[in-house]
């Protein structure tokens, strides 16, 4: 028992002979696996251009659709099926009747078009920030996705069919709104069935609406599929219903398993990289069905209740536009998994912003208020690296005394490190505390469109994107160089010494691709360090010949 206790609680920690700077590199060189490996398969790929004959989205008889069928009255039990898994867009009706657009509503920043099925058929973004790439107007639907915001299914399956032929009328066909809301009455005749849906219209992206029928008939209604202007593998996108006890359900586009149902949910938005279609109901809730395109993307449906009104959003995701309809709005910017840290993150970005009105400089700023936070654990880092650099000589003989022997060469490192009172590990803890503030970033740079359009200095004229010349990046990598030179080290491999001066390399090429806010993030963060690794430098130096 002695001879047990003595060899798990007396014997010394045991640290095998891979040295600190090691643990770095193989801690460098996994995230830049991790990092590269993400950026070569999920490179965001240009979305093609849709032709305009193709843009033209109507129903008829023989259309393959998504259809609403007979569903329990329990909204938990809801099935969503699809009549036909072969195609979720429908075929161009003959004559364009039915997609042909009856009324128009035009506000400072937007243009909203209703086709004769009374559906949002189209939504344009005047705003120059929002604008594509030739200068044009923004739409936010693109590909022929169905169904469309305000798009109705009945469950009757005749009587759903009669819906998608029979087309509305309009109580008026064309709106301008000049700082206040307006109405729209859309009417339908399905026999004996009259159909009323009223849309009242705010200049700030949100609806109000109300469906009125003749008769009780079940019914279900979608904000639509989601916009499809910037689709990629770096940000989420598909749908998120928020709900009754406040729970975030993320759907990603392919994950959709056409089962999902939400009682009193408070929001269900479908979204991609920065603009969102949505419904939401804070008081009484919206019972929610999920179902699924033949991609596995999922489509959304609310159980329509006669009479009943409810709100509608339509537009970018822009903070300051969703918190002023209303707060809990915000929350359908979605930042993936590290959203925890993205969000507070995200809205310091804001704050800060309030007082530097230039995104560039906010993020600048930003970044010095992250190293002013992990300043202690930092300054503790580069004190432990010093004493590190100092111990290189000593470790050195020892790994050549005890070179057959790692128990003892770990032993005596041990005690040459608690007698100096140096920690090995100490220089890692302030880069694996950077890793997550540095994914938060990375997530806010790609989802937060206030970026989108945000000017900084002479050439970068879009910050979500990258620098066109090339400039940060190679910034970057001379900045990153530079912080090595000053960093004190005690490299007890050549070879290692050799792979760490190539990493400013790789590290350059690597950031060329990522959007030009986040490079400025990384190369501000350098230059940030590389000041105070010199002024910890003179401390250290100064204390020495102090002793």
Not at 310 to 326: Q, R, S
Not at 454 to 483: C, F, K, N, T
């Amino acid at each position: 028992m002695e001879d047990y206790k003595k060899y798990f609680f007396e014997r010394p920690l045991v640290i095998d002979n891979m040295s600190t700077q090691m643990r770095v590199l193989i801690a460098t060189v996994l995230s830049l696996i991790v990092f590269i490996g993400y950026d070569y398969l999920f490179m965001p790929k240009p979305t093609p251009k849709v032709n305009d004959a193709n843009r033209t989205v109507s129903l008829q008889q023989k259309e393959s659709v998504s259809t609403i069928e007979s569903a329990p009255a329990a909204p938990t039990a809801m099935d969503v099926k699809e009549e036909s898994k072969k195609d979720t867009s429908a075929p161009v009706e003959s004559g364009g009747t039915l997609s042909s657009v009856i009324a128009t509503v035009d506000t400072a920043n937007m243009k909203m078009e209703f086709d004769a099925l009374g559906r949002i058929s189209q939504v344009y973004l005047k705003d120059r920030q929002y604008r594509d790439e030739e200068g044009e107007e923004l739409k936010l639907f693109n590909s022929p996705k169905i169904p469309k915001p305000l798009e109705i299914r009945f469950t009757d399956a005749a009587l759903n069919e009669l819906a998608f032929k029979t087309p509305y009328s309009v109580s008026t066909s064309s709106v301008t709104l000049n700082g206040e809301a307006k109405t729209l009455v859309f009417t339908q005749k399905l026999g004996d069935l009259i159909v009323e849906k009223i849309v009242k219209i705010y200049p700030d992206h949100h609806y109000e609406f109300t469906v009125n029928l003749s008769e009780s008939k079940p019914f279900y209604i979608s904000p639509g599929y989601r916009p499809d202007i910037r689709i990629d593998a770096y940000t989420v996108h598909g749908a998120m219903v928020e709900e009754a006890d406040g729970t975030l359900t993320i759907i990603e586009d392919g994950d959709a398993k056409g089962t999902e149902a939400f009682r009193k949910a408070r929001i269900a938005v479908a979204f991609d990289r920065y603009y969102a279609t949505a419904f939401y109901d804070f008081d009484k809730g919206l019972d929610v069905v999920v179902n699924k395109d033949a991609e596995e993307n999922p489509v959304l449906f609310v159980n329509g209740e006669s009479g009943r009104v409810v709100n509608g959003y339509i537009g970018p995701k822009e903070y300051k536009i969703l918190n002023a309809i209303h707060p809990e709005l915000t929350k359908i910017i979605e930042f993936g998994w590290f959203t925890f840290i993205a969000a507070p993150v995200f809205k310091i970005l804001m704050w800060i912003h309030n007082y530097v009105p230039n995104w560039g400089w906010a993020i600048v700023v930003l970044t010095l208020l992250v190293r002013i936070v992990l300043y202690p654990l930092t300054y503790k880092g580069m004190v432990s690296m010093y004493k590190l650099k100092e111990l290189a000589p000593k470790i050195k003989e020892i790994q050549a005394k005890y070179k057959g022997d790692p128990q003892k060469m770990n032993a005596h490192m041990m005690e040459l490190y608690k007698k100096h009172k140096a920690n090995p590990l100490g220089g890692c803890l302030p880069m694996l505390l950077q890793i997550p503030v540095f994914f938060a970033i990375y997530r806010v740079l790609l989802n937060a469109i206030e970026l989108k359009g945000a000017e900084w200095i002479l050439w970068i004229d879009d910050l979500s994107v990258m620098d066109p010349y090339y400039v940060l990046p190679v910034l970057m990598g001379a900045s990153m160089w530079a912080h090595q030179m000053v960093t004190p080290s005690n490299f007890t491999d050549p070879m290692q010494e050799k792979i760490f001066k190539w990493l400013p390399v790789i590290f350059t090429f690597f950031f060329v691709t990522f959007p030009a806010g986040l490079v400025l993030y990384w190369l501000t963060n350098n230059i940030f360090s590389i000041a105070q690794q010199l002024l910890v430098n003179k401390m250290l130096e100064k204390n020495k010949k102090a002793e």
